[in-house]
C-alpha cells in the first residue's frame, strides 16, 4: 500500500425517498475518527503527546492535493485527539473535528511539527452527526438480507431493523415541539410563530438551526431560529422561527389555517 492509496472505512449514512431533503444536515456536523498515522522516524510518546495536544483546537488547513474543494487555507476545530496506542512508528488515534477537516493533512502537518515526517496509513470513520458504530450500524450484506427477506416473504423485520426512521437524523439538534393545528401550514412552507409552539429546547440561541417536529415526534421541517428559547419564553407573538426546508408534506394533518377569500 502506498503512502498515497490509505484504506478507509467507516460510518456513512445514507438516506431514502423524503429523509434526502435533511440528509445535508449530516454532512456539516461533527466527525470522529479512528486513524493509523505512521511516523517516518521514531519520538519519544511524550514528544508526540506533546505535538498532538498542540493540535486541540482551532486549527489552520489547507486541502490536500487531491481534494474536491478550493486548496485555500481554512480555520477548522479539533475538539480531541487521543492517542491510543504507539508503538514508535504506528500511532493509532481517536479524532473528534469539525466537518471538513482532512485527517490526511493533519498528519502530514503533525509529522511537520515533529521534524520527522508522518503519513496517514489508515482511517475509520466512526462518527459522523449521531451517527455512530453502534447497534444501529448495518452493512451492505445485512441490508441486502432485509430487502431479500421482504421480497421473499413479505416480513419488514430487518429491514425495520436496518433501516432507521428519518427522524434519527436530527436527534443531535435542538427540537421546538409545534402544535398539530400549526402543522400543515408549516408543511405548506409557512413560518413558524410563537403561538404555535407547544414546548422547546432552552439551549436555542437566534440563528440556530432547528427541528420543527409534532406532538407524536414526526419531523416537519427544519428551520432557522429567529429567537431565542428565553425570548420565546418572554412573548406571546411573533415568528419564532423561519422555514427553511419543510419534510413533512402538506394534507398529512388537516388544515387549521385560514386563507383570505378573494374580493
Not at 144 to 158: D, H, N, Q, T, V
Amino acid at each position: 500500500m502506498g503512502w498515497g492509496d490509505p484504506k478507509v472505512t467507516g460510518v456513512l449514512p445514507v438516506a431514502l425517498e423524503n429523509a434526502t431533503k435533511v440528509i445535508g444536515n449530516i454532512v456539516h456536523s461533527g466527525k470522529e475518527y479512528v486513524c493509523v498515522m505512521q511516523l517516518h522516524s521514531e519520538v519519544s510518546e511524550d514528544k508526540l503527546r506533546k505535538v498532538l495536544n498542540e493540535f486541540v483546537g482551532k486549527i489552520y488547513q489547507k486541502p490536500p492535493l487531491r481534494s474536491s474543494v478550493k486548496r485555500t487555507i481554512r480555520v477548522k476545530t479539533i475538539y480531541y485527539i487521543e492517542l491510543l496506542e504507539y508503538t514508535g512508528k504506528y500511532a493509532l488515534l481517536r479524532i473528534g473535528c469539525e466537518a471538513g477537516t482532512y485527517m490526511r493533512k493533519l498528519c502530514h502537518d503533525v509529522g511537520e511539527v515533529l521534524g520527522v515526517g508522518a503519513h496517514m496509513r489508515e482511517l475509520r470513520r466512526t462518527r459522523t452527526g449521531p451517527f455512530k458504530e453502534d447497534e444501529t450500524l448495518v452493512t451492505m450484506q445485512q441490508l441486502s438480507e432485509a430487502i431479500y427477506e421482504w421480497r421473499s416473504s413479505g416480513s419488514e423485520k430487518l429491514l425495520r431493523k436496518t433501516i432507521l426512521p428519518m427522524e434519527y437524523i436530527v436527534s443531535h439538534m435542538s427540537k421546538i415541539i409545534i402544535r398539530d393545528s400549526a402543522v400543515d401550514s408549516i408543511a405548506h412552507g409557512a413560518d413558524l410563530a410563537v403561538p404555535g409552539i407547544v414546548m422547546l429546547h432552552d439551549n436555542i440561541r437566534r440563528g440556530d438551526k432547528v427541528a420543527l417536529m409534532t406532538l407524536k415526534g414526526e419531523l416537519v421541517a427544519l428551520g432557522k431560529a429567529l429567537m431565542s428559547s428565553k425570548e420565546i419564553g418572554e412573548v406571546s407573538k411573533g415568528i419564532a422561527v423561519k422555514t427553511i426546508r419543510v419534510v413533512m408534506p402538506p394534507g398529512v394533518y388537516p388544515k387549521k389555517w385560514k386563507t383570505r377569500s378573494k374580493q
